[in-house]
Every structure is written in C-alpha cells, then in structure tokens.
C-alpha cells in the first residue's frame, strides 16, 4: 500500500475548505488509491467550527482518511506536509480600503511563508486559493526562498474550467470534449479568458472553438466578460461567493501537476513567469502548462494576435501595481 500523503488545507473551517476536504479525503484529489492524511488551520475564532468539521469527517468514515490534524498553530499544521493548500485569508469588508486588504493578506502569507519553509516536506507543493490569489501566492514565494519558485502555484483553474463549461453550452456539447481554453494573467476580472487554441473532439475529428462558433463578437465579447464576471454572478444568485467549483478545481489543478496532463492537454495554472510570452518575469501569472512527473512547463509557441496581446498586457499591468501595492505593505 501507498504511504499516506499529508496535504494541508488553510481556512478549513471556511465554505470552500468544508466542500474541499470531503473531496480530498475521497481521492478526487490525489486518486482513488492514495491513502491521505489531512491538516486542517483555521484562526482561534473558528476553532470550534474547525472541530466540526473534524468531528464529520470523523463521521463519513472515509476509507483513504489516514488521520485528521485541526489546529490553530501554523506550525504544527505545516508539519511534514507534501501538498499544502491556501484558502485562509482575510476577506474585503465593506468600506476597506484596497491596500488595508493587501496588508492583512500580505502579513499572513509572509508569516505562513516561513511555517511552511521550516516544517513542510521537501518539494512540497503550494497552491495558494485565497485572494489575491496570484499576489499571495508571490508574497509566499518570497518569504519562503528555499521553496522552489516552480513549486508554488495559485488557482485560475476554476476560470478555465468556467471557459470550457461556457463553450459547452453555447455548442450544446459535452464538456469534456472541450479542452485547451487559456486563462492569461491575474485572478482578477482583468484575466484573459483565450479561446483561440481552444478545441472540441467531433465526430469529424478535433474542431476549433473558432470555427464551431463562428460568431467572433461573441467570442471576443460576452463570452470573455460572462467568464471575468462569473464570479460576481455567483456572489449574486448564491449570496456566498463559488465554494464547491472551486473545491472542485483546486482538485483538479493538483491532480493535473502530480499526475500530469493528458497527451495533447494544456491547462491554465498561475506560476512564476520567466519571462515567456513577454510576461514580465517575476510576477505569478496565468499561463497554459502541460504537467509531467509532478512539474509543470509553460506551453510555447502558441501565436498571440493584436487583440490577445492587449489582454495579456493589461491583467500584467494589474499585476505589477498589486506587486507593488504589496511590497508598500512590507516597508
Ligand atoms: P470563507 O470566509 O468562508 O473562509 C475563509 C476561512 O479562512 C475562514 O474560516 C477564516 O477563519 C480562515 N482564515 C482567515 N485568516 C486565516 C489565517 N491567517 N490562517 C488560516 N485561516 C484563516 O471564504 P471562502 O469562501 O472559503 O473563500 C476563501 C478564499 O478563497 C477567499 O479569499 C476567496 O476570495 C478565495 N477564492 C478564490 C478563488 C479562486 O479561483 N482563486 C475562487 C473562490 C474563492
């Protein structure tokens, strides 16, 4: 039998840290056949909430659940931990201002940073859920230097797994038949959902989105704006922002970079750029990857027309004042 991997979940107790662990604990993460231990952290007011969540997994007596760790110490939650996901973070408030956001985000990646350097795994890998997603994730990046800048990720998963459920239902097709939509840039509404290397298997073999839907305003219109504003959409109609999508594509972003990507597959992840695609490097961006043996590489090559280059700049732009807004937070 495998040895249990210990994978850590941060804001556990929170609504998208109660739709993941289940999924996790049921193999949806890892596989079918790989046994689990979970690490739960959560902050002391949600303490109690944290051992209710202890207390059900406890209760659906999942057969690849190895053990159950729930605490408020850092340390002990980033304990030999191989997989480590971050879905803690300090939320916007009603009259906020933007850079108090980033300063609370900011000191609690820095701190998590370093838990996470001195007592996770060698080669762990990080993939940082909570907002700002990719400028926590750089923020990690920084306070953690002995961590490999290629093993720390954050989720546009769930964006790209938006963009394919949209092409699936404007051409009533499944969507699994969908694939290699990218999302460039920040998790943000700045992002650049591209469908110009996206495809649908046919029975007439592998189509492009471009052909199959023809209406380029569409294109290049609504569908990128419903994908940028879903999230919004979502806050709407639920009155909570999407916890079981993103779960669920946090799940997914792992399995793909532990278990790779399918031949001829390539999924949106955001990593630190080297510089490809004339993304400035340095900052944790948005780019189609394919994974092999548990890494990830940036897909190359691909043509980028006037219009995406545009997108593409633009969400890096974002990016680069919330890099700075965020080092003005340190100083
Ligand atoms: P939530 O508010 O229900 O849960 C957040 C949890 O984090 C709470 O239990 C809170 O106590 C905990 N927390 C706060 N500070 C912490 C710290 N220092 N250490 C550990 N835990 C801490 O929020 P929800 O809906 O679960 O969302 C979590 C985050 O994910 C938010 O930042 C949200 O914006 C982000 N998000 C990102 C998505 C993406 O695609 N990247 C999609 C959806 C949400």
Redesign the pocket.
């Known amino acids: 039998a495998k040895d249990p991997v210990r994978v850590l979940v941060?804001?556990?107790?929170?609504?998208?840290?109660?739709a993941l662990v289940p999924m996790i604990a049921r193999g949806v993460m890892l596989g079918p056949d790989q046994p689990v231990i979970l690490h739960m952290?959560?902050?002391p007011?949600?303490a109690e909430?944290?051992n209710g969540v202890k207390m059900e997994l406890v209760d659906a007596a999942f057969p690849l659940l190895k053990g159950v760790v729930a605490t408020t110490d850092?340390v002990e939650a980033c304990t030999g931990v191989n997989v480590a996901v971050m879905?803690?973070?300090?939320?916007r408030k009603e009259g906020m201002e933007r850079k108090d956001v980033m300063a609370k985000n900011v000191s609690?990646y820095k701190?998590?940073a370093s838990a996470l350097e001195q007592h996770a795994a060698p080669n762990c890998k990080v993939l940082?859920?909570?907002?700002p997603?990719n400028t926590n994730a750089l923020i990690l990046k920084e306070f953690a230097p002995s961590i490999p800048a290629k093993n720390i990720t954050?989720?546009?998963?769930?964006?790209h797994n938006r963009a394919l459920g949209q092409i699936s239902e404007r051409l009533g097709v499944q969507v699994s038949d969908v694939k290699n939509a990218i999302i460039w840039g920040n998790?943000s509404s700045t992002q650049y959902p591209d469908v110009n290397h996206a495809t649908v298997k046919t029975p007439a073999g592998e189509k492009p989105v471009r052909e199959l839907v023809a209406d380029d305003a569409w294109l290049n219109g609504e569908f990128i704006s419903t994908v940028q504003q879903r999230?919004a959409a979502i806050i709407k109609a639920r009155k909570?922002?999407?916890?079981l999508?993103?779960a669920s594509?946090a799940c997914d972003h792992i399995r793909d970079w532990v278990l790779g990507t399918p031949e001829g597959t390539f999924v949106s992840m955001g990593v630190y750029s080297d510089g490809s695609y004339n993304v400035p490097a340095g900052l944790i961006y948005s780019f189609p990857v394919t994974c092999k043996n548990g890494e990830w590489s940036i897909v190359q090559g691909l043509s980028i027309d006037e219009f995406s280059r545009k997108k593409l700049d633009l969400t890096a732009a974002e990016l680069s004042e919330e890099k700075d807004l965020a080092y003005s937070c340190l100083s």
């Open positions: 941060t804001g556990a107790a929170g609504q998208i840290g109660y952290l959560d902050i007011p949600a909430a944290l850092a879905v803690g973070g300090f939320p609690i701190s998590q940082v859920v909570a907002n997603a954050c989720l546009t998963r769930l964006d998790h999230g909570l922002s999407s916890a999508s993103a594509s």
